[in-house]
């Protein structure tokens, strides 16, 4: 696989992942506002995993977008550890939502600037809409870590179980330091520090404590991934691979 | 010649409604951004207006439909993300059928389309399509959808 297709992969496999697990909130949300803002939400990144396939395929010249979702096992998907993670209760959904758009907004904010023109239409158009997402989570962050003592007792564990896989975040592998030679890329070390201002003002507001960096989670870049992806992947792919022959 | 015919393809772009809003025409929505003739065949390009806007499928197909009846064949649709849709693109005449049409129109306030009271609260940022956002007026009551500046 060519260098700029496997890293172009990697960014739609991340958003790929998250909304489909985003999409298990339609028609159970904890209100109905709430059913429709995550299941919009889930769908931008449907929108933006469907532009970055597209590119994807393009580069690759010989599979489909679809055929590249729907045809892989989970060993060839290269999505952030993070964004498998079980939906949990709302609060858990909640952080880990706050924790990717945190730094969606700043991964698309830099690959904006990328030499690769279509890397960059994306980025943009993207930030347009991570950067709405972004306050939504943060300020359902704020309103259940300064809400009760039990909202804010149980958003406060789900931050601590999360917080392992936000190391992945800002790990450079090889492929991502030639990216970044090229100015094709991201520097995933530079952008570490402005996610860490805006989580840790947000966090402040919502008078939650920032938990200590211990064992960082990691090995998404080579495919590896917990037990939940294959789980995600089951329910996306069944369809198309029992079916090979149905029609949208 | 082809200018004419480009000419034309515009005005019944400009008549293919908004699947989701069909107050207003894919035209005045922003989406198409260029028709040009090039090898033999008109190239349309479109910018979806959110990357996920389910609505951007279906307007190309209308759009389909709508050259088809008039007998033109050769195009082709073209996705095109830069630059990106912006609601800055929208003129005020459009903005004022929203307005008529019970939309609160893509400006930095929102503003109770039946009554045109100020004094309004938010219900929801996210609304019945990606584009809108749920308020309520708290003079005459009626909820209605402002659709998101961005």
């Known amino acids: 696989m060519k260098d700029l297709e496997k890293y172009t992969l990697r960014i739609a496999d991340t958003s790929l992942i998250l909304a489909q697990r985003l999409s298990?909130?339609?028609?159970?949300?904890?209100?109905?506002?709430?059913?429709?803002?995550?299941?919009?939400?889930?769908?931008?990144?449907?929108?933006?995993?469907?532009?970055?396939?597209?590119?994807?395929?393009?580069?690759?010249?010989?599979?489909?977008?679809?055929?590249?979702?729907?045809?892989?096992?989970?060993?060839?998907?290269?999505?952030?550890?993070?964004?498998?993670?079980?939906?949990?209760?709302?609060?858990?959904?909640?952080?880990?939502?706050?924790?990717?758009?945190?730094?969606?907004?700043?991964?698309?904010?830099?690959?904006?600037?990328?030499?690769?023109?279509?890397?960059?239409?994306?980025?943009?158009?993207?930030?347009?809409?991570?950067?709405?997402?972004?306050?939504?989570?943060?300020?359902?962050?704020?309103?259940?870590?300064?809400?009760?003592?039990?909202?804010?007792?149980?958003?406060?564990?789900?931050?601590?179980?999360?917080?392992?896989?936000?190391?992945?975040?800002?790990?450079m592998d090889e492929l991502d330091n030639i990216m970044l030679k090229k100015n094709i890329g991201v520097d995933n070390n530079n952008i570490k520090e402005k996610w860490d201002l805006i989580v840790n003002k947000t966090l402040k507001q919502a008078k939650l404590t920032r938990p200590n960096d211990g064992y960082m989670m990691n090995g998404s870049k080579q495919g590896l991934h917990t037990e939940y992806l294959g789980k995600i992947l089951a329910q996306m792919q069944y369809l198309p691979r029992a079916y090979p022959d149905a029609k949208w | 010649m082809q200018s004419g015919k480009i000419a034309e393809i515009w005005t019944l772009l400009g008549s293919v409604p908004d699947p989701e809003i069909p107050a207003i025409s894919v035209v005045e929505l922003g989406v198409i951004r260029d028709v040009k003739f090039l090898n033999n065949e008109f190239i349309i390009s479109v910018t979806p207006t959110y990357s996920g806007c389910p609505a951007v499928k279906t307007f190309q197909d209308d759009i389909k439909t709508q050259l088809n009846q008039n007998k033109i064949h050769n195009f082709k649709i073209e996705i095109v993300y830069k630059p990106a849709w912006t609601t800055d693109w929208m003129s005020n005449e459009t903005k004022e059928k929203l307005r008529k049409y019970g939309i609160s129109p893509p400006e930095k306030f929102a503003q109770c389309p039946q009554c045109s009271s100020t004094s309004i609260e938010l219900i929801s940022e996210f609304g019945a399509t990606a584009c809108k956002s749920l308020y309520k007026c708290t003079d005459c009551l009626e909820p209605f959808e402002h659709f998101k500046c961005i």
């Open chain 1, 24 to 171: 298990e909130w339609c028609s159970n949300g904890p209100t109905l506002e709430e059913d429709i803002a995550l299941s919009n939400i889930s769908l931008d990144l449907f929108g933006q995993a469907n532009g970055l396939l597209d590119y994807v395929s393009k580069l690759n010249g010989e599979k489909s977008a679809d055929e590249i979702a729907f045809k892989r096992n989970e060993r060839q998907f290269y999505n952030l550890q993070i964004c498998e993670q079980k939906n949990g209760h709302f609060g858990d959904t909640i952080i880990r939502q706050f924790l990717c758009d945190s730094y969606f907004k700043l991964f698309y904010s830099s690959l904006a600037n990328s030499k690769d023109e279509i890397l960059s239409a994306i980025a943009n158009k993207s930030l347009k809409e991570v950067e709405y997402h972004l306050r939504h989570s943060s300020n359902w962050v704020i309103r259940l870590g300064d809400g009760t003592k039990e909202s804010n007792q149980k958003i406060q564990t789900s931050l601590n179980q999360i917080w392992k896989f936000t190391g992945e975040f800002f790990e």
